[in-house]
């Protein structure tokens, strides 16, 4: 009886040194490529991990015609600046792309976190999404249905080209979009921005942009949102890229969003695995009402979960996936 009083106290005690997800405590996985039934994945683990300490796990999803080889090792510049204290996983999309076909990309991306969670010591409260063009789009469709597992996002270039099932749940936004986009339009980042102003009761505040040119030339916006839940917006001078020439600030932005500015102003940091609370007072954002004009070239036009425009001013409306139609 004495034995097993003592063997619960213990077991308390080690959960309490312990905590956090299954995985930790165990032997961690080697870093290489895994793969979880057909689908592939590559993971970092940091150098000198211990069991049991609480890592951040960072999600990296490539672009059209890319892969995962393209996102590790450097993970769009973040790896660096993690400097060994981030879990890194860099998921395989289907035909290079991440078209999300009835949910199978979203589907891939519990199966994983769930294999993750139960392999190594992951901080629940830190796990982040960040991708280029269809990447970030696959980064905006976690915002707006994993909301409850990601704390924040941060999507460079991308447009909703992989869905948008809820999005109606706060999640911190950083949308990162080239002002002469010529593959997404600009006006499509504005537009998943838009979103997260209105669902995480932002301030209204003009966001300049800079002039065509350079993509080293930037301006940030910050909003004033929802405590916990800051929005942010970099516009930069330049074309569709998940790296501007130069110094990479979208890594060095990304990194201070995900370390800093989502506990600004919050004592006790919000916990995405609760249920948000309803806004009380609808404040004003600056969501620009749809206008029933045609989407323009590149513009999107249909998808499932689109309510805008499904005409174009110009070209055709073509249907890329389930999720996106867009002028061509
Ligand atoms: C990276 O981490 C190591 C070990 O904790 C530390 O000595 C080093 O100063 C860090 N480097 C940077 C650039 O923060
Ligand atoms: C983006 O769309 C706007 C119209 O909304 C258009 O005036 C502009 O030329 C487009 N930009 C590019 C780079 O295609």
Not at 142 to 171: M, P
């Amino acid at each position: 009886m004495l034995s097993v009083t003592i063997f619960f106290f213990l077991a308390a005690i080690l959960q309490g040194v312990v905590g956090g997800t299954a995985g930790c405590g165990k032997t961690p996985p080697a870093s290489g490529t895994k793969s979880i039934g057909s689908r592939q994945y590559i993971l970092q683990v940091p150098a000198n991990y211990s069991p049991t300490k609480e890592y951040k796990l960072i999600f990296g999803f490539h672009w059209l015609g890319g892969s995962m080889t393209n996102v590790a090792p450097a993970y769009y510049g973040l790896r660096d600046l993690a400097n060994e204290t981030a879990i890194f996983v860099a998921p395989n999309g289907i035909d290079n792309g991440w078209a999300n076909t009835n949910d199978r990309d979203l589907n891939f991306v519990d199966q994983l976190l769930t294999e993750l969670q139960n392999t190594l010591c992951v901080d629940e409260k830190q796990i982040f999404s960040t991708g280029f063009s269809y990447g970030g789009g696959m980064s905006y469709s976690l915002a707006c249905s994993r909301a409850n597992v990601f704390r924040a996002v941060s999507v460079i270039g991308g447009a909703q080209l992989s869905g948008c099932t809820g999005g109606e749940t706060k999640i911190a936004y950083l949308g990162i979009h080239g002002v002469v986009d010529s593959v997404l339009n600009v006006s499509q980042g504005r537009g998943l921005r838009d979103r997260y102003l209105r669902v995480n009761s932002c301030q209204t505040k003009t966001a300049s942009e800079p002039p065509r040119g350079a993509d080293s030339n930037y301006i940030k916006t910050e909003y004033t949102c929802s405590a916990g839940y800051p929005v942010w917006w970099i516009a930069h001078g330049g074309d569709h890229t998940p790296a501007p020439s130069g110094q990479n600030w979208m890594a060095t932005h990304t990194w201070d969003f995900w370390t800093r500015a989502i506990y600004e102003g919050v004592s006790n940091p919000p916990t995405t695995t609760s249920t948000p609370t309803v806004p009380t007072t609808t404040t004003s954002a600056p969501v620009p009402p749809p206008t029933g004009n045609c989407a323009s070239s590149y513009g999107q036009c249909g998808g499932q979960g689109w309510n805008g425009a499904t005409c174009c001013q110009s070209g055709a409306c073509q249907v890329v996936n389930q999720w996106y139609s867009q002028c061509l």
